[in-house]
Each structure stands twice: as structure tokens, then as C-alpha cells.
């Protein structure tokens, strides 16, 4: 009786690990391909630009170097050549990339579209600091930096601090919780304190495998009711379509660096 118990348990705990170990390939699998879809929706957000002679939101010469490098490192990241240096360079490139952009002002954006864009890509930098502490790896040969995965989990958290702030200051993005979520001013109170509780876990560093669960549980919903309802956001409040399309690609990459550290952290 007891080893039967005793093998019942065994294999509870082996299918378990099994589960963890996938959900954390997928985390990575979904970290490690975001340059290449960030750069086909680049692509094709200036494509959609140059029909109104627009400019691309970084010069013409370091934008295909910064597109080259992006492809670059998500190729060897992909294909696990050097995992952590790589994720440690895309995540340098991003920081670059994104200070360019707000520094050379070839597009004016508002300021709550900022917010947006700015700090979801401030979160893919952590993610990639995530990746590059070693978390989510399958066979870890080294052991993972700590200092990394805090510093990528602390990036996490300012991310889902602009979440609040935006949903406090921002009529627009206030406007498509309460338009496309149930419950009314209720439900975005109740999210408000739910993202900022899980920011103080991400910067204070405790219960992050439990606070990146219940952030990997929320993500696909709002993916799915806020940033998917195209028509809100292009038509209503006239965010550029691809644009739109990079910022869901933007959440669905944060989304898999929840999963690692929900599994791994």
C-alpha cells in the first residue's frame, strides 16, 4: 500500500516538473522569437507610413542596422547558440533602439500612447534580462545570475506600475477596460490594485513565481479584450494599425517572460 502511494506521488511530482519544464520552453520559445515579429510589424508600420510621407520613428541608416542586429540576435537565440549573451545584446539593442526613437521625435505620439509603447518596451528588456540570468533554461550548465533575473524583474515591475498609472490618468486606455471588461469602474479598481500589488512583489523580489502565475493568467485577457479590439485603438483613437499590431506582440512577449519566471523564477 505505502509504495503504491509512494509511486502514485513519484509520478504526481514527475508529470508536474514535466508540465513546469513546458510551459517554461514555451515562455522561452515565445521571448526568443520577439525580434523577428517586432521587426516584420516595423516593417510594415513604415510601409504604412510612407503612403503619407511620414518618417520612420528612427533614422533611415540605423534603422536597418538596428533591425540587422535585432534579427540577428533572435536567430542565434532561436536556435539556443549562446543564449545568454545573445539575450543580454538583444536586450541592449532594445534599450538603444527604444532611446532613439524618444530621442530623435521624428513622430509625435501622445503621451498616453508613450506610456504604452515605452514601458512594454522597458518590460521585453527585462524579459530578455530574465532569459539572460539563465531562468527558463532546460539543462542549466551554469548556474544563473540572480543579479540578472532582479534586475530584469524589477524592469517587470515599473511596467506594470505605468499599467496603473495608466488606467488611473489616461481617459483612453481607462476607457477600453470599461468598454470591453465587466464590471465597470469596480473591475478597474480591482485590476488597478491587482497590478499594483504584483509591481511591489516584482521590485521587492518575493512571491515572484506566484505573482508572475497570476500575471501569465491575466495577460492573455487583456491581449485578447483590450489590445486585440483593433477597431478601439485604430479607428477610435487613431493608433496606427501595425503600431497596434507591434504593442500586442509587445504584451504577448512579456506574457512568455511571466511564464519562465512563473515556472523558473
Same mark, same amino acid.
Given at each position: 500500500?505505502?509504495? #503504491?502511494?509512494?509511486?502514485?506521488?513519484?509520478?504526481?511530482?514527475?508529470?508536474?516538473? @514535466?508540465?513546469?519544464?513546458?510551459? /517554461? @520552453?514555451?515562455?522561452?520559445?515565445?521571448?526568443?522569437?520577439?525580434?523577428?515579429?517586432?521587426?516584420?510589424?516595423?516593417?510594415? &508600420?513604415?510601409?504604412?507610413?510612407?503612403?503619407?510621407?511620414?518618417?520612420?520613428?528612427?533614422?533611415?541608416?540605423?534603422?536597418?542596422?538596428?533591425?540587422?542586429?535585432?534579427? *540577428?540576435?533572435?536567430?542565434?537565440? /532561436?536556435?539556443?547558440?549562446?543564449?545568454?549573451?545573445?539575450?543580454?545584446?538583444? +536586450? &541592449?539593442?532594445?534599450?538603444?533602439?527604444?532611446?532613439? /526613437?524618444?530621442?530623435?521625435?521624428?513622430?509625435?505620439?501622445?503621451?498616453?500612447?508613450?506610456?504604452?509603447?515605452? /514601458?512594454?518596451?522597458?518590460?521585453?528588456?527585462?524579459?530578455?534580462?530574465?532569459?539572460?540570468?539563465?531562468?527558463?533554461?532546460?539543462?542549466?550548465?551554469?548556474?544563473?545570475? #540572480?543579479?540578472?533575473?532582479?534586475?530584469?524583474?524589477?524592469? *517587470?515591475?515599473?511596467?506594470? =506600475?505605468?499599467?496603473?498609472?495608466? *488606467?488611473?490618468?489616461?481617459?483612453?486606455?481607462? &476607457?477600453?477596460?470599461?468598454?470591453? =471588461? +465587466?464590471?465597470?469602474?469596480?473591475?478597474?479598481? *480591482?485590476?488597478?490594485?491587482?497590478?499594483?500589488?504584483?509591481?511591489?512583489?516584482?521590485?521587492?523580489?518575493?512571491?515572484?513565481? &506566484?505573482?508572475? @502565475?497570476?500575471?501569465?493568467?491575466?495577460?492573455?485577457?487583456?491581449?485578447?479584450?483590450?489590445?486585440?479590439?483593433?477597431?478601439?485603438?485604430?479607428?477610435?483613437?487613431?493608433?496606427?494599425?501595425?503600431?497596434?499590431?507591434?504593442?500586442?506582440?509587445?504584451?504577448?512577449?512579456?506574457?512568455?517572460?511571466?511564464?519562465?519566471?512563473?515556472?523558473?523564477?
Amino acid at each position: 500500500m505505502f509504495t #503504491r502511494q509512494h509511486c502514485n506521488t513519484s509520478m504526481a511530482v514527475s508529470n508536474r516538473k @514535466q508540465l513546469f519544464k513546458f510551459i /517554461s @520552453q514555451l515562455g522561452a520559445f515565445i521571448l526568443t522569437r520577439f525580434g523577428f515579429w517586432n521587426c516584420f510589424c516595423m516593417l510594415m &508600420l513604415f510601409a504604412e507610413r510612407a503612403d503619407s510621407k511620414r518618417k520612420p520613428d528612427i533614422h533611415v541608416p540605423y534603422l536597418y542596422v538596428d533591425m540587422g542586429v535585432a534579427v *540577428l540576435c533572435a536567430s542565434f537565440m /532561436s536556435f539556443g547558440v549562446k543564449r545568454r549573451w545573445f539575450a543580454m545584446a538583444a +536586450a &541592449l539593442q532594445l534599450a538603444v533602439s527604444t532611446y532613439a /526613437s524618444y530621442h530623435g521625435e521624428n513622430v509625435h505620439y501622445s503621451e498616453w500612447l508613450k506610456v504604452r509603447m515605452y /514601458s512594454r518596451a522597458l518590460a521585453i528588456i527585462g524579459g530578455f534580462l530574465v532569459l539572460a540570468s539563465g531562468a527558463g533554461e532546460v539543462y542549466r550548465q551554469k548556474p544563473r545570475s #540572480r543579479s540578472l533575473q532582479s534586475t530584469g524583474q524589477v524592469f *517587470l515591475g515599473v511596467y506594470l =506600475i505605468c499599467m496603473v498609472y495608466s *488606467l488611473q490618468h489616461s481617459k483612453e486606455d481607462r &476607457l477600453a477596460y470599461l468598454n470591453h =471588461i +465587466a464590471g465597470g469602474e469596480i473591475m478597474v479598481m *480591482l485590476l488597478e490594485v491587482l497590478f499594483g500589488v504584483l509591481a511591489l512583489a516584482f521590485l521587492s523580489g518575493y512571491y515572484i513565481r &506566484l505573482a508572475a @502565475q497570476i500575471l501569465a493568467t491575466v495577460l492573455p485577457l487583456i491581449i485578447l479584450l483590450i489590445d486585440g479590439n483593433l477597431g478601439y485603438w485604430h479607428n477610435t483613437r487613431k493608433v496606427e494599425f501595425w503600431n497596434q499590431m507591434k504593442l500586442m506582440g509587445h504584451n504577448v512577449c512579456i506574457f512568455g517572460a511571466a511564464l519562465i519566471l512563473a515556472t523558473d523564477g
